[in-house]
């Protein structure tokens, strides 16, 4: 119930427009072939959750839709066009579920602020980045600015002029 019959003949469609319709979605898919139904999912008071099911007639033209209208606007919001997994690949979970599809989940990965604070860096690390060993001192390097070699360019080896 609320579904379409035939999930190898259906695209999900995504980040729509809250104010987006069924006649909107269809208005975006019917070029590229027949579609049979549109099922806009609501939440209990009946206001749009952002994404929707379409189902077409002819398989073909479902995938051509899946191949070109991904990214093009529905009410000026780009949306994405993928096909529908929950019924097609088994064992197949939403990403607020912690499946989805490519890399890992959200939840898994470091945060950015943990990573050279000692959160998940060795002890030896901290505030000194991935550069020479700890006995060039905080910043590593040597000194020198690099023209030791280069004839007498003011490097501060180099001594009075």
């Keep these: 119930e609320g579904w ?3 999930p190898f003949r259906t695209l999900f469609v995504s980040r729509l427009h809250y104010d987006a319709t069924e006649g909107d979605v269809r208005g975006l898919l019917e070029p590229f072939g027949a579609v049979e139904e549109v099922v806009l999912v ?4 009946g206001k749009s959750r ?15 839709a899946y191949q070109l209208a991904d990214g093009r606007p529905v009410l000026g919001r780009p949306v994405k066009v993928d096909v529908e997994r929950g019924r097609t690949v088994e064992a197949w ?5 912690g ?4 890399g890992e989940s959200r ?23 991935f550069g020479p060993p700890s006995d060039y001192g905080p910043r ?11 004839g007498n360019r003011g490097g501060y080896r180099d001594g009075p002029r």
């Design 4 to 6: 379409t019959r035939d």
């Design 42 to 45: 609501k939440d209990r008071e």
């Design 50 to 64: 952002g994404y929707a099911f379409v189902e077409f007639r002819d398989p073909r033209d479902m995938k051509e």
């Design 93 to 97: 979970l939403p990403r607020r579920l």
């Design 99 to 102: 499946g989805g599809l490519g």
């Design 107 to 129: 939840a898994s990965r470091p945060k950015k602020r943990d990573l050279g604070r000692g959160g998940l860096l060795p002890p030896d690390h901290r505030g000194r980045g």
């Design 140 to 150: 590593g390097g040597g000194g020198g600015g690099g023209y030791r070699d280069a």
